[in-house]
């Protein structure tokens, strides 16, 4: 009952596109600020690493986490550099647009877990709980927005697609 509220009511769809774009716009914020800001992710690479998040039994809880980013982020903080600064303003761009929206919460949500399981909490578990609705509303989060065009407009792309290769094989 509750998915189907979120996924089909226009009052919902109202109510997530000033979610989305409330979050879209801390999101696009902090993307622009870092590309145009000279950021370097491997100073809080390398925090995360030095204090990692530590258990009440003083063992680490995400100790594959901090293996990956000693063994693949550090190595390659200027990729990381990249997909940080333009994943965010990707992210905010498409929640503020309403275009993929459900591609881009589910973005936002990645990039939130990622900086959690670094040890970062700050504002990541309300964007988390914001995101988790965007996503789970799917189209109806971007009714109000490109989505509205953009997915029929694939949707009939892909039909076609379809339907020509289909002729083809049986031709």
Known sequence: ????LLRENNIVAGILTIVRIYLGWAWMSAGWGKITGGFDASGF?????????????????????????????????????????????????GLI???????AAFFA?????????SGTVSHNPTDVIMGVFIAAAGYNAGKFGLDRFVLPYLRKLVS????????????
């Open 109 to 117: 949500l990645v990039m939130n877990f990622a900086f959690m399981l």
């Open 97 to 103: 647009l309403g275009c993929f929206t459900t591609a």
């Open 1 to 4: 009952m509750f998915g189907k």
């Open 45 to 93: 690479l390398k925090g995360a690493i030095a204090n990692p998040v530590m258990g009440p039994d003083g063992n680490m809880v995400y100790s594959g986490w901090v293996s990956f980013l000693e063994s693949f982020a550090i190595p390659n903080a200027g990729l990381f550099n990249f997909l940080v600064a333009w994943g965010e303003l990707l992210v905010g761009l």
């Open 160 to 171: 076609k697609g379809k339907s020509e290769a289909g002729h083809s094989i049986s031709a």
